[in-house]
Protein backbone atom coordinates (compact mmCIF):
# COMPACT_ATOMS: atom_id res chain seq x y z
CA UNK A 1 0.00 0.00 0.00
CA UNK A 2 1.17 3.54 -0.69
CA UNK A 3 0.40 6.41 1.87
CA UNK A 4 -0.39 9.94 -0.46
CA UNK A 5 -0.11 13.39 1.18
CA UNK A 6 -2.44 15.70 -0.81
CA UNK A 7 -2.27 18.98 -0.19
CA UNK A 8 -5.72 21.50 -1.08
CA UNK A 9 -7.28 24.47 -1.22
CA UNK A 10 -11.10 25.41 -1.27
CA UNK A 11 -13.75 27.82 -0.70
CA UNK A 12 -15.96 26.25 1.71
CA UNK A 13 -19.24 27.93 1.25
CA UNK A 14 -20.93 25.43 -0.63
CA UNK A 15 -20.13 22.40 1.87
CA UNK A 16 -21.13 21.67 5.37
CA UNK A 17 -17.32 21.45 6.61
CA UNK A 18 -14.57 19.05 6.07
CA UNK A 19 -15.74 15.72 8.29
CA UNK A 20 -18.38 13.16 6.68
CA UNK A 21 -21.88 14.03 7.24
CA UNK A 22 -24.50 11.63 5.47
CA UNK A 23 -26.86 13.57 3.04
CA UNK A 24 -24.86 16.17 3.18
CA UNK A 25 -22.00 17.35 1.17
CA UNK A 26 -18.72 17.60 2.67
CA UNK A 27 -15.15 17.83 1.92
CA UNK A 28 -13.76 14.92 3.27
CA UNK A 29 -16.87 12.93 1.81
CA UNK A 30 -16.34 13.95 -1.77
CA UNK A 31 -12.46 13.39 -2.01
CA UNK A 32 -13.38 9.82 -0.16
CA UNK A 33 -16.41 9.04 -3.25
CA UNK A 34 -13.46 9.96 -5.62
CA UNK A 35 -10.29 7.94 -4.37
CA UNK A 36 -12.58 5.18 -3.40
CA UNK A 37 -13.57 5.12 -7.39
CA UNK A 38 -10.08 5.24 -8.08
CA UNK A 39 -9.06 2.47 -5.75
CA UNK A 40 -12.17 0.27 -6.53
CA UNK A 41 -12.40 -0.25 -2.85
CA UNK A 42 -13.31 2.07 0.22
CA UNK A 43 -10.68 4.37 1.14
CA UNK A 44 -10.20 6.62 3.96
CA UNK A 45 -9.18 10.33 3.50
CA UNK A 46 -7.77 11.46 7.27
CA UNK A 47 -7.34 15.37 6.90
CA UNK A 48 -5.19 17.75 9.45
CA UNK A 49 -8.60 18.66 11.25
CA UNK A 50 -11.95 19.54 10.63
CA UNK A 51 -13.29 22.84 9.30
CA UNK A 52 -16.46 23.70 9.80
CA UNK A 53 -19.32 24.62 8.09
CA UNK A 54 -18.28 27.37 5.39
CA UNK A 55 -14.49 27.50 6.22
CA UNK A 56 -11.91 27.84 3.52
CA UNK A 57 -8.48 26.40 2.87
CA UNK A 58 -5.44 27.78 1.17
CA UNK A 59 -3.68 24.49 2.47
CA UNK A 60 -5.49 21.60 3.84
CA UNK A 61 -3.34 18.55 4.64
CA UNK A 62 -4.95 14.98 3.98
CA UNK A 63 -3.53 11.27 3.76
CA UNK A 64 -5.16 8.16 2.40
CA UNK A 65 -3.64 4.59 1.25
CA UNK A 66 -4.01 3.10 -1.62
CA UNK A 67 -2.70 -0.06 -3.93
CA UNK A 68 -3.53 1.78 -7.14
CA UNK A 69 -0.01 2.35 -8.88
CA UNK A 70 -0.68 5.50 -10.83
CA UNK A 71 2.15 8.12 -10.90
CA UNK A 72 1.26 11.12 -8.24
CA UNK A 73 1.10 13.66 -11.32
CA UNK A 74 -1.56 11.66 -12.81
CA UNK A 75 -3.13 10.90 -9.69
CA UNK A 76 -3.43 14.73 -9.03
CA UNK A 77 -4.74 15.35 -12.57
CA UNK A 78 -7.42 12.84 -12.17
CA UNK A 79 -8.44 13.56 -8.79
CA UNK A 80 -8.87 17.05 -9.77
CA UNK A 81 -10.93 16.27 -13.45
CA UNK A 82 -13.49 14.77 -10.88
CA UNK A 83 -13.26 17.42 -8.06
CA UNK A 84 -16.01 20.52 -8.19
CA UNK A 85 -13.92 23.74 -9.06
CA UNK A 86 -14.04 25.04 -5.80
CA UNK A 87 -11.91 22.24 -4.44
CA UNK A 88 -8.35 21.98 -6.13
CA UNK A 89 -5.74 19.13 -4.99
CA UNK A 90 -2.16 21.68 -5.19
CA UNK A 91 0.64 18.74 -4.30
CA UNK A 92 0.89 15.19 -4.01
CA UNK A 93 3.48 13.17 -2.60
CA UNK A 94 4.10 9.65 -1.18
CA UNK A 95 5.20 9.73 2.63
CA UNK A 96 6.10 6.65 5.87
CA UNK A 97 2.94 4.20 6.27
CA UNK A 98 2.17 5.81 9.45
CA UNK A 99 1.80 9.44 8.30
CA UNK A 100 -1.25 11.12 9.87
CA UNK A 101 -2.20 14.71 8.96
CA UNK A 102 -3.71 15.36 12.13
CA UNK A 103 -1.58 14.01 14.57
CA UNK A 104 1.78 14.28 13.08
CA UNK A 105 1.12 18.40 12.83
CA UNK A 106 3.04 20.02 14.40
CA UNK A 107 1.31 23.66 14.27
CA UNK A 108 -1.60 25.27 12.04
CA UNK A 109 -1.97 28.87 10.98
CA UNK A 110 -5.15 30.44 10.44
CA UNK A 111 -6.30 34.09 9.15
CA UNK A 112 -9.96 35.64 10.00
CA UNK A 113 -10.28 38.75 7.38
CA UNK A 114 -12.58 41.80 8.44
CA UNK A 115 -13.81 44.05 5.42
CA UNK A 116 -14.03 47.19 7.27
CA UNK A 117 -15.29 49.52 4.07
CA UNK A 118 -18.47 50.71 3.74
CA UNK A 119 -19.20 48.81 0.63
CA UNK A 120 -18.55 45.12 -0.12
CA UNK A 121 -17.70 44.10 -3.54
CA UNK A 122 -19.67 41.07 -4.17
CA UNK A 123 -16.22 39.17 -5.57
CA UNK A 124 -15.81 39.65 -2.06
CA UNK A 125 -18.71 38.75 0.05
CA UNK A 126 -17.97 35.60 0.09
CA UNK A 127 -14.96 35.85 1.88
CA UNK A 128 -14.78 38.11 4.43
CA UNK A 129 -16.70 39.50 7.42
CA UNK A 130 -18.11 42.66 6.59
CA UNK A 131 -18.50 44.98 9.68
CA UNK A 132 -18.26 48.70 8.26
CA UNK A 133 -19.36 50.06 11.99
CA UNK A 134 -17.52 51.88 14.25
CA UNK A 135 -14.43 49.64 16.19
CA UNK A 136 -12.10 50.57 18.07
CA UNK A 137 -9.43 49.07 16.29
CA UNK A 138 -6.27 50.07 18.64
CA UNK A 139 -8.06 48.19 21.49
CA UNK A 140 -8.38 44.89 19.35
CA UNK A 141 -5.14 45.24 18.78
CA UNK A 142 -3.66 45.09 21.59
CA UNK A 143 -6.23 42.36 22.85
CA UNK A 144 -4.99 40.23 20.22
CA UNK A 145 -1.43 38.84 21.89
CA UNK A 146 -3.23 38.10 25.51
CA UNK A 147 -4.56 34.96 23.26
CA UNK A 148 -0.79 33.52 22.92
CA UNK A 149 0.81 31.11 25.27
CA UNK A 150 -1.05 27.99 27.02
CA UNK A 151 -4.29 28.89 28.29
CA UNK A 152 -6.97 26.90 29.06
CA UNK A 153 -9.55 27.55 26.04
CA UNK A 154 -12.82 25.78 27.41
CA UNK A 155 -15.05 29.66 27.36
CA UNK A 156 -13.66 29.79 23.61
CA UNK A 157 -14.92 26.53 22.63
CA UNK A 158 -18.28 25.57 21.01
CA UNK A 159 -19.91 22.20 22.52
CA UNK A 160 -18.72 19.02 20.92
CA UNK A 161 -19.76 15.17 20.68
CA UNK A 162 -16.29 14.91 22.03
CA UNK A 163 -16.92 16.79 25.32
CA UNK A 164 -17.87 13.49 27.55
CA UNK A 165 -14.65 12.13 26.67
CA UNK A 166 -13.40 14.94 29.16
CA UNK A 167 -10.25 15.68 27.18
CA UNK A 168 -8.50 18.70 27.80
CA UNK A 169 -9.00 22.08 26.30
CA UNK A 170 -5.98 23.75 27.08
CA UNK A 171 -3.64 24.38 23.87
CA UNK A 172 -1.06 26.48 23.14
CA UNK A 173 -1.11 29.74 20.55
CA UNK A 174 2.62 30.45 19.44
CA UNK A 175 1.53 33.87 17.73
CA UNK A 176 -1.84 36.09 17.79
CA UNK A 177 -2.36 39.12 16.02
CA UNK A 178 -4.42 41.68 15.07
CA UNK A 179 -3.04 43.90 11.81
CA UNK A 180 -4.46 46.61 9.47
CA UNK A 181 -4.80 46.01 6.07
CA UNK A 182 -6.39 48.31 3.35
CA UNK A 183 -9.91 49.04 4.05
CA UNK A 184 -9.85 45.43 6.73
CA UNK A 185 -8.49 44.03 9.19
CA UNK A 186 -6.95 40.70 8.85
CA UNK A 187 -6.39 38.70 12.57
CA UNK A 188 -3.88 35.60 11.85
CA UNK A 189 -3.12 32.73 14.90
CA UNK A 190 -0.55 29.82 14.83
CA UNK A 191 -1.35 26.88 17.36
CA UNK A 192 -0.57 23.41 18.16
CA UNK A 193 -4.41 22.86 17.89
CA UNK A 194 -7.74 24.47 18.12
CA UNK A 195 -10.99 23.53 19.36
CA UNK A 196 -14.19 23.90 17.77
CA UNK A 197 -14.99 27.65 16.97
CA UNK A 198 -12.29 28.39 18.58
CA UNK A 199 -10.44 30.92 16.39
CA UNK A 200 -14.26 32.50 15.30
CA UNK A 201 -14.95 32.80 18.71
CA UNK A 202 -11.33 34.71 19.71
CA UNK A 203 -12.17 36.90 16.73
CA UNK A 204 -15.79 37.74 18.54
CA UNK A 205 -13.91 38.43 21.42
CA UNK A 206 -11.73 41.10 19.23
CA UNK A 207 -14.78 42.75 18.03
CA UNK A 208 -16.67 43.24 21.52
CA UNK A 209 -12.82 44.55 22.31
CA UNK A 210 -13.53 46.98 19.39
CA UNK A 211 -16.66 47.99 20.57
CA UNK A 212 -15.58 48.94 23.81
CA UNK A 213 -17.17 45.95 25.78
CA UNK A 214 -13.72 44.36 27.30
CA UNK A 215 -12.32 46.97 29.58
CA UNK A 216 -8.88 44.58 30.34
CA UNK A 217 -6.51 44.03 27.26
CA UNK A 218 -3.78 42.42 28.85
CA UNK A 219 -5.56 39.55 30.01
CA UNK A 220 -7.56 36.35 28.38
CA UNK A 221 -11.00 37.48 29.01
CA UNK A 222 -13.28 35.34 30.80
CA UNK A 223 -16.11 34.79 28.50
CA UNK A 224 -15.70 34.73 24.43
CA UNK A 225 -17.73 37.03 22.24
CA UNK A 226 -20.21 35.87 19.90
CA UNK A 227 -18.97 33.49 17.24
CA UNK A 228 -17.57 35.35 13.87
CA UNK A 229 -19.11 34.14 10.63
CA UNK A 230 -17.11 31.19 9.46
CA UNK A 231 -16.64 32.79 5.99
CA UNK A 232 -14.07 35.17 6.98
CA UNK A 233 -12.31 32.07 8.64
CA UNK A 234 -9.16 29.99 5.83
CA UNK A 235 -7.02 27.56 7.37
CA UNK A 236 -3.49 29.01 5.73
CA UNK A 237 -1.02 26.38 6.56
CA UNK A 238 -0.16 23.33 8.11
CA UNK A 239 3.55 22.43 9.62
CA UNK A 240 5.15 19.39 10.53
Known amino acids: MRRIKITLAYSGGAYHGWQVQPGLPTIQG ?63 EEVHAGFHPRFDAQAKTYEYRILRGEVCSPFEWPYVHHYPYPLDEERMIALAPAFAGEHDFTAFAAADASDAEGKSKVRTVFCSALERAPERLVYRIC ?41 GLFLVSVEY
Open 191 to 231: GSGFLKHMVRNIVGTLLEAGKGNIKDLSALPAESGPTAPAK
Open 30 to 92: ILEQIVSGMEGAPVHVAGSGRTDAGVHALAQVAAFSIANPIPLANLRRAVNRLLPPDIRVLSA
